[in-house]
């Protein structure tokens, strides 16, 4: 066992290169047949793959798409006084637009048991009914995007991906900040 572990792990341990017959312009001299092994100096990093900032617009971008979205969300949920009064409060207020995913009767009320307004009001439409779950949608996609944004396109060093996650999450901090500061205005 230990040699055949010996025997995986050697080209790991002593980098290599084996030619055969005619023997390498250095002068080492091999007789046919035989194996000459010549260990080569390891070789230089001429070719480092430089940040490339361009890459980092498309994931920051969504990012801070991303953070507006839940800084709308937030306002609608928990301080829906600081919405304008102009803007449709069965739309904005999360008080009252709960009630946009249900049926109401002929007298305005809303029909017991509960029943959906239209097909996928209560499910996969539901961002369709009302802000909260509106902009709660578009920050899961705003977040799903720069997520695959980030992964997406050449090897890098690790460093790279580090930096593109620390600028994203930053622009989600200020995209978030930005919206919630809008509505204290």
């Known amino acids: ?37 010549n260990v080569l100096p390891p070789a230089k990093k001429t070719d480092a793959i430089k940040y490339d900032l361009n890459r980092i617009i498309l994931p920051a971008s969504l990012a801070f798409v991303s953070g507006a979205s839940w800084g709308i969300h937030e306002t609608c949920v928990n301080w829906p006084d600081r919405i304008p009064p102009s803007w449709n409060e069965y739309f904005w207020d999360n008080r009252v637009s709960w009630e946009n995913k249900w049926k109401r009767g002929e007298d305005g009320q809303l029909i017991q ?11 996969f439409l539901v961002a369709t009914t009302d802000a909260k779950h509106l ?51």
Request: charged fraction near 10%; glycine fraction near 12%; avoid cysteine.
């Open 1 to 37: 066992m230990k040699r055949l572990l010996f025997f995986l792990l050697s080209p790991a341990i002593a980098p290599a290169q084996i030619e055969q017959w005619p023997p390498n312009p250095v002068g080492f001299r091999a007789y046919p047949g035989e194996v000459q092994v």
């Open 113 to 123: 048991p509960l029943t959906p307004r239209f097909f996928g009001s209560n499910t």
């Open 135 to 185: 902009f709660a949608s578009v920050h899961r996609w705003g977040m799903l995007g720069t997520g695959v944004s980030i992964g997406i396109g050449q090897k890098r060093p690790w460093w790279h991906y580090a930096a593109d996650a620390g600028i994203s999450a930053l622009a989600y901090g200020i995209g978030f900040q930005t919206a919630v500061f809008a509505f204290k205005l």
